[in-house]
């Protein structure tokens, strides 16, 4: 009843290259080609994006933008890599074990200030903060044990206390008593529930010191020296098409429902979905300095964060520089 479609996050990041659907505008003329990898399936998830291209941003802007649908199947980084997408959107986690590998790249923006990683339990027996996790089964894959154990060493908490339950990404072990939560995204899951009638309590791990960014846009080093006025174009279009999505999240969701009539997606989902992204990717700082934007300091707690998941990166891998050109 509650099954979603497995995230990318709970994959353990193979990188085997496959293909994925492809969707672009009509009658782009005498337009610089570019395309943009998703991370995912097609959801509310890239609302700005589906915005940015049905109103013609990157078009006015002579770009002429495909979106490439991720998936299972459909990492995000060798396309990038191997220059046949221009951007792609990945994970600070994601992207710091590519680079270790060698990958040249660099995260030029981030969609979701806040990681959407959240404990999800069930009111009559709630995880409300880190510390309620000792002595409670936690449902989850074990690729992820370097989440937990990290939220776990910030926040002075035994994990040694957790029992850990590997289980499929779906709600139904929580809903059936089978674990006493679940490490899910806050935008999935318990959406599911409660779009099934079924009460949550969601736990954020960023409101508890785990700084990971998500949803970031990577391109490589020789796109920032080559290709930069394509990266800034493509990054403004995102930039109108996300306050748009910000304005009215309802309209991005029935755009999300009726561009995509195939992909399965239903119109109350997909609302509850696009209100629930909001906090975490609009902020006091977007605010100020405008969609995307990071700074040293949130910079640093990615990289302390990082260093506990066993993936040391250093500030160079974040470069505000197209950012800086886009919000002027």
Same mark, same amino acid.
């Given at each position: 009843?509650?099954? &979603?479609?497995?995230?990318?996050?709970?994959?353990?990041?193979?990188?085997?290259?496959?293909?994925?659907?492809?969707?672009?505008?009509?009658? !782009?003329?005498?337009?610089? /080609?570019?395309?943009?990898? $998703?991370?995912?399936?097609? @959801?509310?998830?890239?609302?700005? =994006?589906?915005? /940015? %291209?049905?109103?013609?941003?990157?078009?006015?802007?002579?770009?002429?933008? =495909?979106?490439?649908?991720?998936?299972?199947?459909?990492?995000?980084?060798?396309?990038?890599?191997?220059? &046949?997408? %221009?951007?792609?959107? @990945?994970?600070?986690?994601?992207?710091?074990?590519?680079?270790?590998?060698? !990958?040249?790249?660099?995260?030029?923006?981030? /969609?979701?200030? +806040?990681?959407?990683?959240?404990?999800?339990?069930?009111?009559?027996?709630?995880?409300?903060?880190?510390?309620? $996790?000792?002595? +409670?089964?936690?449902?989850?894959?074990?690729?992820?044990?370097?989440? $937990?154990?990290?939220?776990?060493?910030?926040?002075?908490?035994?994990?040694?206390?957790?029992?850990?339950?590997?289980?499929?990404?779906?709600?139904?072990? %929580?809903?059936?008593?089978?674990?006493?939560?679940?490490?899910?995204?806050?935008?999935?899951?318990?959406? /599911?529930?409660?779009?099934?009638?079924?009460?949550?309590?969601?736990?954020?791990?960023?409101?508890?010191?785990?700084?990971?960014?998500?949803?970031?846009?990577?391109?490589? *080093?020789?796109?920032?020296?080559?290709?930069?006025?394509?990266?800034?174009?493509?990054?403004?279009? *995102?930039?109108?098409?996300? !306050?748009?999505?910000?304005?009215?999240?309802?309209?991005?969701?029935?755009?999300?429902?009726?561009?995509?009539?195939?992909?399965?997606?239903?119109?109350? &989902?997909?609302?509850?979905?696009? #209100?629930?992204?909001?906090?975490?990717?609009?902020?006091?700082?977007?605010?100020?300095?405008?969609?995307?934007?990071?700074?040293?300091?949130?910079?640093?707690?990615?990289?302390?964060?990082?260093?506990?998941?066993? +993936?040391?990166?250093?500030?160079? $891998?974040?470069?505000? =520089?197209?950012? #800086? #050109?886009?919000?002027?």
């Amino acid at each position: 009843m509650f099954r &979603t479609p497995t995230r990318r996050l709970v994959l353990g990041g193979g990188l085997a290259t496959a293909a994925a659907t492809l969707w672009h505008p009509r009658a !782009a003329l005498a337009q610089q /080609a570019a395309t943009l990898q $998703l991370s995912w399936l097609h @959801s509310v998830q890239f609302g700005g =994006s589906y915005i /940015a %291209l049905q109103n013609g941003y990157w078009r006015d802007a002579g770009l002429d933008v =495909s979106l490439l649908q991720g998936g299972p199947n459909a990492p995000v980084e060798p396309p990038v890599v191997a220059g &046949t997408a %221009l951007i792609g959107i @990945s994970a600070a986690d994601y992207t710091a074990a590519a680079v270790t590998q060698g !990958a040249p790249f660099r995260i030029i923006g981030v /969609a979701m200030q +806040k990681n959407p990683f959240a404990i999800a339990s069930l009111p009559g027996n709630p995880v409300n903060a880190p510390a309620d $996790l000792v002595g +409670k089964r936690i449902g989850m894959a074990l690729a992820n044990m370097p989440v $937990l154990e990290a939220l776990c060493a910030i926040n002075g908490v035994d994990v040694a206390g957790i029992e850990v339950v590997p289980t499929q990404y779906d709600a139904a072990p %929580l809903v059936q008593g089978q674990v006493d939560c679940l490490l899910c995204w806050a935008t999935d899951l318990p959406v /599911a529930m409660e779009i099934q009638g079924v009460e949550s309590v969601t736990m954020l791990l960023a409101d508890h010191g785990y700084a990971v960014h998500s949803q970031t846009y990577i391109a490589t *080093e020789d796109s920032l020296a080559n290709r930069r006025a394509e990266l800034v174009a493509l990054m403004a279009g *995102e930039a109108r098409g996300w !306050a748009e999505y910000q304005a009215d999240p309802a309209a991005a969701a029935q755009l999300t429902v009726e561009m995509f009539p195939d992909a399965g997606l239903d119109l109350p &989902t997909q609302l509850l979905q696009a #209100e629930r992204q909001l906090p975490l990717m609009f902020s006091d700082l977007t605010a100020a300095e405008g969609f995307g934007w990071f700074t040293d300091a949130t910079v640093a707690a990615n990289v302390e964060t990082l260093a506990l998941l066993g +993936k040391p990166v250093t500030p160079d $891998l974040w470069d505000r =520089s197209i950012l #800086e #050109e886009v919000h002027g």
